[in-house]
Structure formats: C-alpha cells, structure tokens
C-alpha cells in the first residue's frame, strides 16, 4: 500500500525526464499508472466487502508520535477507487486537452503529485500524516489553478482557493491536535472508537469548530463556496479532477471519518445540517444564475457538497447511505460533465453557453455523452443519480433535526438542479446553430474515453445497483458510523413519498429551464446582496486591509538604514534579557574575580582599539583597529585553552579584513553623515549593551542554573564520539544538525551575496 | 584588478598556497582528536585561495580551482547530507555516527568514520562559500 501511495509522486518526479522521450504519447503512458492502481485497489472489494480492513503502519518520526499509518477501509476504498479510476481518464484526457503545449510536462508532474497527495490523505491513519496530505493536496491545486500563471485571474484565483483553504487548514491543525490530546492517539482508527470519552470532554466544542472550519473551507461551505467557482481558472482537466472529484471532498472526507468520533451531538447535527443546507440552496440557485459552462458545473458541485455536508449532519443510518450513494454518483457524472465541458471549450473555443447552440451535429457523441451524465446530475432514472437523490431525499424526511426546513431545502435544490442540467446538456446542443470562435467537430477519441467510462457507470450502476453492491456501499457507510450499516440499493423503492418530491422537482425543473433567460434576468436583480456584498467582497476586503497593513508597517521595520536595524535588535535584547535579569538577579554579582597582569594589558588594547576604531576618520584605519580588537579576542580564547576558537577567530579576522579591503576602494570618500545628537544616541545603544553583557557574565558566574553539561561531554568523548576533541566531536557528532543548519546558511549567505552582486551589475544600478 | 602584479606577492602566493592547502587538510583530518576540523581548515584552504586571487587575479584564480565556488559549497553540502544517512540505512537514527577502525598493513588502525564526512562537506561548504563571497566581490570590482 505505501508504494501505491509513494508511486504517484515517483512518477511525478520522473516526469520532467520522461517527458522529452514521450511527447506527444505521454498522457496515454502516464494513465497507466493510475489505472493499475485502480486494479490494485479494485482487489481489496471483496475484503472490504466482507468487512476487513486492512492496515499498515511504519514509523516516520516516533518521538512526536508520528507513523506513515494506513487504513483501508470501505469509506477509503471508495475514495482511493474514485482518485485512481478518475484519474487515469483524466490523466489520459489531459494528454490530448493540452496536445502540443510545451507545458504538458509541468501539468503531469503537478496532476500526478495531486493524485498521490489524495490518495494518501484518504488512505491516512494517522492525523499528522492525514494533515499533512491535506496542506499538500493544498499546494498542487494551488499550483494547478495557477497553472496559466501569466494570467492575473488565475494568479488571483490560485491564491484566493490557496489562502481560503490553507486558512481553514491552520484551524484544522489546531482542531486535529486538540482532538489527538483529547483521545490521548493520533490513530484515526483507535479516535474512532472513542466517541463516547472525547463527545463528553471539556475542548469537544472548540475542537469540533476547529476540524468543522477546516473541512468547510476545503469543500467549498458557505461562506467559503466562493474560491471553488473561481478555481475555474484551471485546465478543465484540473477541474474535472480536483475541483468536482476529489480534492474538494476532502472536507466531506474528513467529516465522514470522524463522524464516529465527533458525530450526533447537537452542534454537530445543527451545524452541519444548517450549513451543508445553505450551501446546497445557495449552489443550486447559483448554477442557474451562471453561464459559463464550468461555473454552472462548480456552483453545483458546491451544491453536491453541502448536501454530502448536510447528510453527514443528518447523520442516521439512511443519511449515511445516501452519503455514499450521492457522493458515488456524483463523482461518476460530474467528473464526466467537466470533462464534456472541456471538449466543448476545446472544440468551440468559448466558455460561455450563450454563445453555442445546435452542437449536436457538428458533435453528436458529445451531446449523447452530456445528455446520460446530465440525466444522472438531474436524478432521473435510470441513472445512479437518481438513486442518490432518492436515499437522500428519503433520509432528510427522517432527519431528526429540522427535516421539515432540509426537505424544502432539497426540493428547491433538486429543482434547481433540473433547470442546471437542461442548461448543460440541451442548451449548447439544440436550438438555432450560433457561430463559434472555433469551427466545432467531435474531439478526439482519448478525450471522449473519459466521459464514455464515467457516463456508462453512472447507467450501469442505475440499472444493476448490484453491480457496486450492497455490501461494499454497506461497508463504506459502515466506516461513519460505528454499528454495522446495512444498505439496499434499487432502482423502484415504490410509489414513496421521495418519488413524489422527484417528479415534483423534475416538472418545476423543466419549467425553470424552458424560461431560463427570463428567470436569469429576474435573478440578476440579487447580484449586489450575493457577489458584491458576499462573502467573496469580504475576503476582498480583508485582503485589501492586509496590504493596507502591510504597507504602513512595513517603512516603519524595514527602512533600509544597518544602523537603525542594529539599534532594534540591541534594543529589543537589552530589553527583554534586562528585564529577566532586573527581575529575577537582584543584587548578586561575582566579585573579587582574579585578573591577571597579562590579562589587563590585552583588555586595554582591546578598549583603546575599540575607542580608536570609533573615533578614526580613515577606513583602512578602522578595519585595522576592528582587525586589533579581533585578534585581541582570540588571544583570550588562547589563555583560556579554548585552542580552536582562536584559531578560527584568527583565520575569520584575517579573511574580514581581506573583505573589507576588497570593498574599501569601491566606497566614496568619508564623510560624517551622522550629527552629533545621532552619535550620542549610537554610543548609548551600544553601552546599553554593552552594559547588559557584561551584567549577565557576572550574574552567569555567580548563577549555577543546572550542572554544567561540559562535565557529559568530557566524558564521553571518546567512547561515544570516538575523538578526544570535545569540540569538534560536539560539532560533528553530539550537535551535527546544528552545525548542518549552521553550513546551509553559510552557503545560502554566499548565494545571498553573490546574486546581489550580480544583481547590481545586471542591472547596473546603484541600488540592489 | 588590473594593478600591475607584485612579484614578491606572486612567488609568496605560489609557494604558500600548496603548503596551505597541506596544512588545512592536515587541519582536517587531525580535527577529531587534536585543535582543527572542517571549519578551520576551510578558512586554512580559502584564505590559501584568497592570496592567489590577490596574486593571479579571477581568471587564474577559476582556472586554478577548475570549479565554480557555488558548486565546491554544494557538494559540501550534499557530502554533509549524505553522512547523515548510514544511521537510517542501518537502523538507527539520523546523524548517528558509524565508525570503522580498520587495521591497515604500514599504516597502523585508522579511525574512519560517517562525522569525517560531515566534516569534510563542512570544510568545502566553507571554501565554497567563502570564495564565492569573494570572487563575486572581486569581479565587482573590476
């Protein structure tokens, strides 16, 4: 299982080598690669189906309780399934949406790095690991909807999904560690068991806002729906992908998996319903209110996530079936609905679904392909969606919370939905033909593959509900909560009250959709109170107030002036270390310290040296004086047999005077910049610290904090760090990271100086 | 730096820099046991390389090193990283230090062990790096 995981970003790494050789054939090989994973996964149905779950754990970084921990379970076998299945028609698709541009590579390195990121965070055991899949799912997409980085909207709309969704992912950290302390585990499937402990202690609440934060601004709730239809900037691909099937559900994901743990309290029914009902109102009616064939494709696919948001609040043993059926169907006909929506845009070479009319000649697999997918979006039988929609309907007419409120709430979606629906499949395809920017034809056969496969299984499983089975939808619903679910899935439950509500909504739909243009004018009336003063003008807002910030603070701390940053840093250490000292060392300095004749006449050289570097008006004097008072520390090094100090103090003297010689000729002649007042001030700066170091020394040999770890050293030295020079056994060996840390920033200072260097000759300014 | 050369300068430079470049390696290998290691014997090495440049100038000063400086600092760096891994590979932890006391016919036992690694990438991290700080300023100037 960890290969299936890590295999995704072994292949993402390689890319960038592979791609030269492959071309044009890419995307044909690299689909490979999920669609095994798709068999692999596909062999542990029947375990999973048989109620096993198979685990693996290895240790990563055990002092903080962190294991690459893996859980195959049901509710992970159906996202695993749908990640990889999704993505090998996706990754297959993308080889001809993006045939002949040069940044097919990039696109396949990212996409690839997404799929492994998901599919560990799905497969996830452990609440590190699972967080830190998130972040990285997190990142890729930023990197994907950014993928068209010399656009400004896609910048701007890469970052906004990005600040959203890493935001929620903050308070998400916090919530998973709260959540961890509470059930003294960070393994998912221990959590799981211990709903009882953790609903009934004191931080359920803030940790349940917390994860709930996290997992709504992931998939997209109200009021952090908007970064999804934004993120449309993508490759359709990309949003096929990411933004429909996948990624999105993260948050779904993790409310399902915790469901157990966290679910059926009253903040979790009320919350969860109330929100994942917003939101699926607030998607419906927005889908209807778009044209653009991707946006209507994303406003219902917040729809589709409130309501898996609202079914995970609802939270009966109907809702938890409902959840994997919708989620199921949903995945099957939006994946593919995003994918037609591709081809179109492809082949027309507009987005806009005002703009195409009559297609189905120029395109008739096409159509045929959005006509089954849209049915299934729609729920009309005998398409899985229709299956969904029903368990769902039947679960919000039994929700013990507010069902009255959900199930108008669902009607009025599933209305909505129709009327979406007709404006996918039936408005681009028939009526009077327009003139498009691009003379349509079919698309290539690679990106029809795609939708056929997807559309094809939203009407098997329609029609054969046998086909995913009762028993493994049973299994993954199984996983939310923590008896045994028992699911049935047939297409005719019978002349049900849901059914009733579905034609109800399917005649209201169709009403909605033949007057869609009006309708549209009617609802460009709310625009002001629903873009303009939403959710999206506050983030605008809060973004402004952050550069708004940033702008004043920013003159203040960086001036540009080494002397004022100089008196800062002295100033704020004078501070805090003299504030430590005043208040806990009162009146107990060393005394009587013996002082060498020797010793005196080193210190003087150093005082008159120090005075004279102050007070030079020559610079080769003052590198000279500076020079002095540097080996004269190196000589107390050597008196005090500190042999390696001082000779590296030596060597680090001689190689800043060789510096500053170097830089000396290029400097203009001196001129005293600074007033007497200014002077005055500098001096006090630093006889504050100077004031300051000298205190604390006297107060260091006075103070014996703890036993000296010199003594540790010194004595194990040589059986331990087989050397008899403590210092550099504690350099290389006891304290190795630090001085790596130490070596990396040398290095990076070197770059550091070099690229200023030539920065400032490029552009043969004065100022870098 | 088209000053005409100083000849003393350049036999100083041209005799030094050999018997300095001994003794950092000198400095090196007895670091473990006596007063040296990586860091000083880099500055040993680099202030070697700096009195050639002031010498020969950059041109004989790269053609002398064959290497750019950023890589030399690179390579120390990855030699560094690389020593942390015989730990992991034989199953303990990062950073933990392997050693090997061979016994070798004439020379006697040798202590060889993964921190002289680490300490030979700290020494070409500094060489590295130092000289890149001063080529890059040197070139500055001219």
């Known amino acids: 299982m960890l290969v299936a995981v890590l295999a995704g970003f072994i292949l993402a790494a390689l890319v960038p080598w592979l791609q030269p050789y492959l071309g044009e054939r890419a995307g044909r090989l690299y689909a490979l690669l999920p669609a095994a994973l798709t068999l692999y996964f596909a062999t542990f149905l029947p375990g999973v189906a048989a109620g096993e779950a198979s685990q693996l754990a290895l240790p990563w970084v055990p002092g903080l309780g962190l294991e690459l921990a893996f859980h195959l379970d049901g509710l992970s076998l159906l996202f695993a399934l749908l990640i990889c299945g999704i993505g090998a028609l996706v990754v297959l698709y993308a080889g001809d949406y993006l045939q002949g541009d040069p940044r097919q590579g990039r696109f396949f390195v990212q996409i690839l790095a997404f799929m492994a990121s998901m599919l560990g965070l799905v497969l996830s055991d452990n609440l590190i690991a699972l967080f830190i899949f998130w972040e990285l799912t997190s990142i890729t997409s930023y990197m994907l909807i950014g993928f068209d980085h010399e656009d400004s909207t896609a910048r701007r709309a890469a970052l906004q999904g990005l600040v959203v969704t890493v935001g929620g992912g903050l308070a998400l950290l916090a919530g998973l560690v709260l959540l961890g302390t509470v059930a003294g585990t960070y393994t998912i499937s221990e959590i799981v068991t211990q709903g009882e402990a953790i609903r009934g202690h004191a931080y359920y609440l803030p940790l349940l806002l917390l994860v709930l934060l996290g997992a709504f601004t992931k998939s997209a709730q109200v009021p952090f729906h908007f970064w999804l239809p934004n993120a449309m900037a993508a ?121 195409m009319g009559g297609l189905r000649r120029a395109m008739p697999v096409t159509a045929l392909l959005a006509a089954v997918s849209a049915l299934s979006l729609a729920g009309l039988p005998p398409l899985f969606g229709f299956i969904g929609k029903e368990l769902m ?322 004595r194990e030295s040589v059986p331990l760090g087989h050397g008899r020079n403590v210092v550099n056994v504690i350099i290389v060996d006891y304290r190795a990271l630090d001085t790596l840390g130490e070596i990396f920033v040398v290095a990076l200072s070197a770059i550091g100086v070099y690229s200023m260097i030539q920065y400032t000759r490029s552009t043969g300014g004065d100022r870098p | 730096m088209t000053r005409p050369r100083s000849l003393i300068l350049q036999t100083m430079a041209r005799l030094l820099l050999p018997l300095q470049l001994l003794f950092s390696v000198f400095m090196l290998l007895r670091g473990h046991d006596l007063p040296g290691g990586g860091f000083i014997a880099g500055l040993v090495a680099s202030a070697g390389f700096v009195l050639f440049l002031f010498a020969f100038g950059i041109p004989a000063t790269r053609g002398l090193l064959g290497v750019d400086p950023r890589s030399v600092a690179g390579t120390g760096l990855l030699l560094a990283v690389a020593s942390v891994l015989p730990g992991p590979l034989s199953g303990q932890p990062a950073f933990t230090a392997q050693w090997w006391e061979p016994v070798i016919p004439l020379v006697g036992a040798v202590k060889i062990g993964s921190p002289i690694i680490f300490d030979v990438g700290v020494y070409l991290t500094v060489i590295g790096a130092l000289l890149t700080i001063v080529v890059s300023l040197a070139e500055a100037e001219e």
Not at chain 1, 457 to 485: H, R
Not at chain 1, 561 to 590: E, K, N
Not at chain 1, 613 to 624: D, E, F, I, K, P
């Open chain 1, 235 to 355: 490759p359709t691909p990309v949003s096929a992908y990411l933004h429909s099937a996948t990624m999105v559900k993260a948050g779904v994901y993790l409310l399902a998996r915790l469901h157990p743990a966290l679910g059926g309290t009253d903040p979790w029914i009320v919350i969860c319903s109330l929100v994942g009902g917003a939101t699926m109102v607030t998607g419906a009616y927005l889908a209807v209110r778009s044209t653009g064939i991707k946006w209507v494709l994303a406003y219902s696919t917040v729809m589709a996530l409130g309501t898996l948001t609202m079914l995970v609040g609802v939270g009966t043993e109907a809702a938890m079936v409902a959840f994997v059926a919708f989620l199921l169907g949903h995945s099957l006909y939006k994946g593919a609905l995003f994918l037609i929506a591709g081809g179109l845009e492809h082949e027309t070479g507009t987005k806009d679904i005002l703009a």
């Open chain 1, 393 to 714: 309907l039947e679960a919000v007419l039994a929700a013990p919370f507010a069902g009255a409120l959900l199930t108008l709430l669902a009607v009025v979606t599933a209305v909505l939905v129709v009327a979406a629906a007709g404006v996918v499949a039936l408005r681009p395809f028939y009526g009077r033909p327009r003139e498009t920017p691009k003379a349509p034809h079919e698309a290539p056969n690679a990106m029809l593959a795609g939708p056929a496969v997807l559309g094809l299984l939203s009407l098997l499983f329609g029609l054969v509900p046998g086909v995913p089975g009762d028993a493994f939808i049973s299994a993954a619903a199984g996983a939310l909560s923590s008896e045994p679910v028992h699911a049935h899935l047939a297409l005719w439950h019978g002349l049900t009250l849901p059914l009733g509500l579905s034609a109800l909504a399917v005649a209201g739909g169709a009403l909605l959709y033949s007057r869609w243009d009006r309708a549209r004018a009617a609802m460009r009336r709310l625009d002001t109170p629903l873009y303009e003063r939403g959710p999206e003008a506050g983030y605008d807002w809060l973004m402004a107030a952050l550069e708004g910030l940033a702008r004043r603070v920013t003159p203040v701390l960086q001036h540009g002036y080494l002397r004022h940053y100089i008196a800062t840093t002295v100033l704020t250490l004078v501070a805090l270390v003299g504030f430590t000292l005043l208040t806990r060392y009162q009146g107990s300095l060393a005394t009587g310290i013996d002082v060498r004749f020797y010793e005196l006449v080193i210190a003087v050289l150093l005082v008159v040296a120090t005075v004279f570097a102050c007070r030079t008006q020559s610079r080769l004097g003052a590198v000279v004086s500076v020079g002095v008072v540097g080996y004269a520390v190196a000589l107390f090094y050597l008196l005090f047999s500190a042999p390696d100090l001082s000779i590296t103090q030596i060597l680090v003297e001689t190689l800043t005077v060789i510096l500053l010689v170097l830089v000396l000729f290029k400097l203009p002649g001196f001129v005293s910049f600074s007033s007497p007042q200014q002077r005055a001030w500098d001096a006090l700066v630093a006889g504050l610290l100077g004031l300051l170091v000298t205190t604390l020394l006297l107060v260091a040999i006075e103070h014996q904090l703890a036993a000296p770890i010199s003594e540790y050293h010194l």
